[in-house]
C-alpha cells in the first residue's frame, strides 16, 4: 500500500472514533509538519501506523487537557513525538516555558518524550530518522512480530516495578512503590521477590540485621521486558 491511501485511511479511522474537541483538534493539528513527520519519518521507519494516534489529548500537571502531535502506545509503554516549529515554540518566552514544563511533567508520568526539529526534518530527513530509529530501536520489534517477546513472562504490575525502580536510580523501596502503585506493600514485597528469582532484581540487606528494605533493578534500561 501507498503512503497516501494508508495515511488518509488512518486519519479518517481517528475522525471517526472522535467527537468534539478531539476531533476538531485532529482536523486543526495534523498539518503540513505532522504530515512531513508520518511520511518522511514514521512510513519509512515503520511502513504502517500501528499504534500510533495523532494529536493525542493528555492532561498536564493542573489536570488542563491539550493535545500532543502524536502519540505511539506500545504495550504497556507511550511514546510522544512533538514536531517543534520555531515560529510557533521559540518566539513566545511564556508558551517556550509551559511547552518544557509539560514535556518534563510527561517524563515524569512515565512517558518518552521525542522532540524534533521542523527545520531539521525539512533540511535533513535522513538524520532525524537515524535519531528517531536508534530511539526506538529496543522497541521495534516488539512492535513488528506476531509476539515480539515474551509478554506472559513479567506480570503487568512487575513490568510497572522495573520502570518504576529505574525512574529511581534502580533503587525501588516496596513501601514507597505501594504507595505510588496505590497496592499493598506485600503485594509489592512479593513481586520484588519473583523480579529476584527471575534475575531482575536484586535484594539489597541492611546493616547487621540483613532485613530486606529496597531492592535493585538489575537488567538494561533498554530491555523490552519493560514493554
Request: charged fraction near 30%; glycine fraction near 8%; aromatic fraction near 12%.
Amino acid at each position: 500500500m501507498s503512503f497516501e491511501i494508508e495515511h488518509e485511511k488512518w486519519i479518517k479511522t481517528h475522525l471517526m472514533k472522535r467527537h468534539g474537541e478531539r476531533r476538531d483538534a485532529l482536523k486543526r493539528g495534523h498539518g503540513f509538519g505532522n504530515r512531513m513527520f508520518a511520511e518522511q519519518i514514521w512510513w519509512n521507519l515503520m511502513g504502517n501506523f500501528d499504534g500510533l494516534h495523532p494529536e493525542y489529548e493528555v492532561k498536564d500537571w493542573r489536570g488542563r487537557s491539550y493535545f500532543v502531535d502524536f502519540m505511539w502506545i506500545i504495550g504497556s509503554l507511550r511514546f510522544i513525538i512533538e514536531i517543534m516549529d520555531y515560529g510557533s515554540h521559540g518566539k513566545d518566552r511564556s508558551k517556550y516555558r509551559m511547552d518544557l514544563n509539560r514535556g518534563l511533567y510527561l517524563q515524569s508520568q512515565d512517558c518518552f518524550v521525542i522532540s524534533i526539529s521542523l527545520d531539521e526534518m525539512k533540511e535533513n530527513p535522513t538524520f532525524v530518522l537515524a535519531m528517531v530509529r536508534s530511539i526506538l530501536a529496543p522497541y521495534l520489534s516488539a512492535a513488528g512480530g506476531k509476539d515480539g517477546m515474551d509478554r506472559h513472562k513479567y506480570l503487568k504490575i512487575e513490568r510497572k516495578l522495573m520502570r518504576l525502580a529505574i525512574r529511581n536510580h534502580r533503587i525501588i523501596s516496596p513501601s514507597k512503590a505501594a504507595d505510588e502503585l496505590e497496592v499493598h506493600k506485600q503485594t509489592v514485597i512479593k513481586h520484588c521477590k519473583n523480579l529476584v528469582e527471575k534475575g531482575k532484581f536484586r535484594a539489597i540487606s541492611s546493616g547487621v540485621t540483613g532485613k530486606i528494605y529496597k531492592y535493585e533493578y538489575i537488567g538494561s534500561v533498554q530491555s523490552t521486558d519493560l514493554l
